[in-house]
């Protein structure tokens, strides 16, 4: 089986800023909710985590999966898609014409704003090469491995393996700390 969830709450989230690959830890709220999904999934199996690298994700792993003897293993293709300068904006839907919003609105239509942004391509890129190297040998043997990371990155990975046109990308509707069973 593999499953994916993503990262509890963050003081970034409760301000609606955009966090991307800025390393922001979880908040109390935040770590309540791993602790509380600790508790809600304590029955399910999985042989493997994988997780993104940053803390938030990290974090929320080791709160979830804490008291089991299950390997958390960071790798940077689970990092989440990158907003370059527009890291750290808060309330951007409230900003006229952010050019950033067209990534949520019409992500059919988004093209890398500016330097440091990542491009839906470069995102699908990675996460399609880490299902292939890290997560399909595991499944094949009938290992159940779940995934931590982010809204984007997460949302990419549903995407793929449901074959979800880019332009439902928001569709998938990942909240923190829900699983999310995905084969």
Same mark, same amino acid.
């Given at each position: 089986m593999l499953y994916i969830m993503r990262h509890g709450k963050t003081d970034w989230n409760a301000k609606h800023k955009l966090q991307g690959r800025t390393d922001i830890p979880l908040n109390y709220d935040g770590r309540l909710m791993a602790e509380k999904a600790r508790d809600e999934y304590k029955d399910i199996h999985f042989d493997v985590c994988y997780c993104s690298p940053l803390i938030r994700a990290k974090e929320t792993a080791?709160?979830?999966?804490?008291?089991?003897? &299950?390997?958390?293993?960071?790798? %940077?293709?689970?990092? *989440?898609?990158?907003?370059? /300068?527009?890291?750290?904006?808060?309330n951007c839907f409230e900003i006229p014409n952010c050019p950033i919003n067209i990534l949520f609105k019409e992500p059919e239509k988004y093209e890398t704003p500016v330097e440091g942004a990542e491009s839906f391509e470069e995102l699908y890129s990675r996460t399609r090469e880490f299902l292939k190297e890290a997560v399909a040998p595991r499944?094949?043997?009938?290992?159940?491995?779940?995934?931590?990371?982010?809204?984007?990155?997460?949302?990419? &990975?549903?995407?793929?393996?449901? %074959?979800?046109?880019? *332009?439902?990308?928001?569709? /998938?509707?990942?909240?923190n700390c829900r699983l999310m069973k995905l084969l």
């Open positions: 080791e709160i979830l999966l804490n008291g089991r003897n &299950i390997p958390i293993i960071t790798d %940077d293709r689970l990092l *989440e898609m990158s907003f370059g /300068v527009y890291e750290g904006i808060e499944l094949e043997s009938g290992e159940d491995v779940l995934i931590v990371g982010h809204g984007a990155m997460n949302s990419s &990975i549903v995407c793929q393996i449901r %074959d979800i046109p880019i *332009e439902k990308f928001w569709s /998938v509707g990942m909240d």
